[in-house]
Antibody, heavy 121, light 110 residues
Framework: QMQLQESGPRLVKPSETLSLTCTVS??????????WGWIRQPPGKGLEWIGS???????FYSPSLKGRVTISADKSKNQISLKVKSVTAADTAVYYC?????????????WGPGMLVTVSS | QSALTQPPSASGSPGQSVTISCTGT?????????VSWYQQHPGKAPKLIVY???TRRAGVPARFSGSKSGNTASLTVSGLQAEDEADYHC??????????FGGGTKLTVL
């Protein structure tokens, strides 16, 4: 059964870039039809779709974050990456990678355990 | 503020039925049949329970059912059990390659 695991720095300074990686095991990010997404959840709040990547190259981003977010894939490492630039305290959240997740399908059956990233000096 | 509106809380006694609403607009829930519901226990990742408005994910008890009327989608939990106490989140496709979520509803089993 495919598993996802988020990793990266848990503390990021304001104005810097948040960088996370989602490592996929027991599955290939290059598999036909697979799409991968990032979702975040600020403490005590609801979920927010950040963006998705299809076929390791086509990306879609939430309009509210577009311009600050980049999602990419590394086939050699079987990883999906997320970068959020110019972060503020409002970017403090638990970040999840999930699949299959991408417009129009919001039905992700597999999720990573999530990772709390705090933006603070 | 979330794009979809959910009540912050809902409650019911064991064995009762509870319905959680998720209100959007004619550009998301009202137009597309891509509404999903997730269950989230404290400290855990969300778990998909219903997708495409009414389809229950394999292995999810029949006590969970989804529906839609106009711009509002609903999740009904029948025969409430203690383990159903969790947060529930709705999401919908909103067109233009955008997906939106609700703010989540905390379901309490009394």
């Amino acid at each position: 059964q495919m598993q996802l695991q988020e990793s990266g720095p848990r503390l990021v300074k304001p104005s810097e870039t948040l960088s996370l990686t989602c490592t996929v095991s027991d599955g290939s990010i290059s598999s036909s039809g697979h799409y991968w997404g990032w979702i975040r959840q600020p403490p005590g709040k609801g979920l927010e779709w950040i963006g998705s990547i299809f076929y390791s190259r086509t990306t879609f981003y939430s309009p509210s974050l577009k311009g600050r977010v980049t999602i990419s894939a590394d086939k050699s490492k079987n990883q999906i990456s997320l970068k959020v630039k110019s972060v503020t305290a409002a970017d403090t959240a638990v970040y999840y990678c999930a699949s299959p997740l991408g417009p129009p399908h919001g039905a992700a059956t597999t999720w990573g355990p999530g990772m709390l990233v705090t933006v603070s000096s | 503020q979330s794009a979809l509106t959910q009540p912050p809380s809902a409650s019911g006694s064991p064995g009762q039925s509870v319905t959680i609403s998720c209100t959007g607009t004619s550009s998301d829930i009202g137009y597309y049949n891509y509404v999903s519901w997730y269950q989230q226990h404290p400290g855990k990742a969300p778990k998909l329970i219903v997708y495409e408005v009414t389809t229950r994910r394999a292995g999810v008890p029949a006590r969970f059912s989804g529906s839609k009327s106009g711009n509002t989608a609903s999740l009904t939990v029948s025969g409430l059990q203690a383990e159903d106490e969790a947060d529930y989140h709705c999401t919908s496709y909103a067109g233009d390659n955008n997906m939106v979520f609700g703010g989540g509803t905390k379901l309490t089993v009394l």
